[in-house]
């Protein structure tokens, strides 16, 4: 053979050997997970994890007492709220990147934006106040507009708005209530006693019934929230220290963490009864609901960890050290939040 055509011949298979390389290596990029989030209250960043791996890969510096985090409207951007900070820092949900930090947001503990990308309400824990924003995208620039700050009773805590965009509820901590406000108007349309400590809320998908997680006592409390102001429908027993929620995605449970009981229960939110319960360590807090509605995540705030939960198994599989006093926790790839 002409060493001419054979080197030729070569550089051709090695050509495209190493375009068959770059196109795999490229294509596993691209199918690469994203990270799971998780907010590590006490040192004022997040830990970013592998799910591959199921290991810490870094740290990203935000603001003071990181609590809860959010998708932006147009699934860019993660906001993560620094209440203490008075900011909010936004991430890249696939890399974890700073994009860009808001500063001036008061207190933002927790943070909600309505479904018709109007709205945007935080609580403010500290200092008794509920914000509302609009919020515009020009040229890339996101920017929030403050409407309306609107004093509320002792400690704002979390915040559920319905599906049509027209109501915020919220629950007030330290007064032990729960108070609704028209976005529209920026008018509280009432407020109502609750049982003691009232943290998170879950309002089924359609807009019916309302689910308070109460941190000071061993249950949650359903309201009918349908025909103007709520009504309670029933007290759920699950274990002490009810707080967070976070739906499978199946259209029928969701979970609420206990965090003084150290149990996670599931309930039947059509039927309002527990119908599972799962052992967790030290403190469960905010959870994730994983895409393959198999795996459930969930902080250890007392431990300083992320325990992963087998749904199936009824058991935490592993648990991976993370931060002071991790809070909220979050992945791009949940499962739905219906």
Not at 140 to 166: C, M, Q, W, Y
Not at 323 to 336: D, E, F, I, Q
């Amino acid at each position: 053979m002409n060493i001419e055509i054979f080197i030729r011949r070569s550089l051709g298979v090695f050509a495209v050997a190493t375009a068959t390389l770059l196109g795999a290596v490229s294509t596993a990029s691209a199918q690469k997970a994203p990270p799971i989030l998780v907010l590590n209250s006490l040192n004022a960043d997040v830990s970013v994890i592998d799910p591959a791996t199921w290991t810490e890969i870094k740290r990203v510096p935000v603001g003071k007492e990181p609590h809860h985090l959010y998708l932006t409207p147009d699934e860019k951007s993660v906001m993560v709220a620094n209440a203490e900070g008075d900011s909010i820092t936004f991430l890249d949900p696939k890399t974890a990147q700073v994009q860009r930090t808001l500063t001036g947001i008061v207190d933002p503990y927790h943070l909600r934006f309505s479904p018709d990308m109007k709205w945007f309400v935080t609580a403010a824990n500290r200092l008794n106040h509920v914000d509302i924003y609009t919020w515009e995208n020009k040229s890339g620039e996101f920017k929030l507009n403050l409407v309306k700050r609107i004093p509320a009773g002792k400690t704002p805590s979390h915040i559920a708005i319905d599906s049509k965009s027209k109501i915020a509820y919220i629950t007030l901590q330290d007064s032990h209530e729960l108070t609704a406000i028209e976005l529209a108007t920026q008018k509280r349309l009432w407020t109502i006693k609750v049982g003691k400590t009232p943290a998170d809320l879950y309002l089924t998908p359609d807009d019916k019934t309302l689910l308070i997680g109460l941190t000071g006592a061993a249950e949650v409390e359903a309201y009918d929230v349908s025909n103007g102001k709520a009504v309670l429908k029933t007290k759920i027993p699950t274990g002490k220290g009810a707080h967070a929620f976070r739906s499978q995605g199946d259209k029928q449970h969701v979970f609420v963490s206990n965090r003084t009981a150290n149990t996670i229960s599931r309930i039947d939110w059509k039927t309002l009864k527990v119908v599972d319960t799962y052992r967790t360590p030290a403190g469960p807090d905010c959870m994730e609901m994983m895409a393959d509605g198999k795996t459930l995540l969930v902080t250890t705030r007392w431990a300083g960890k992320l325990s992963v939960i087998d749904l199936e198994k009824k058991a935490v599989v592993r648990q991976i050290p993370v931060g002071k006093s991790p809070h909220g926790v979050w992945t791009l790839n949940h499962a739905s939040r219906d």
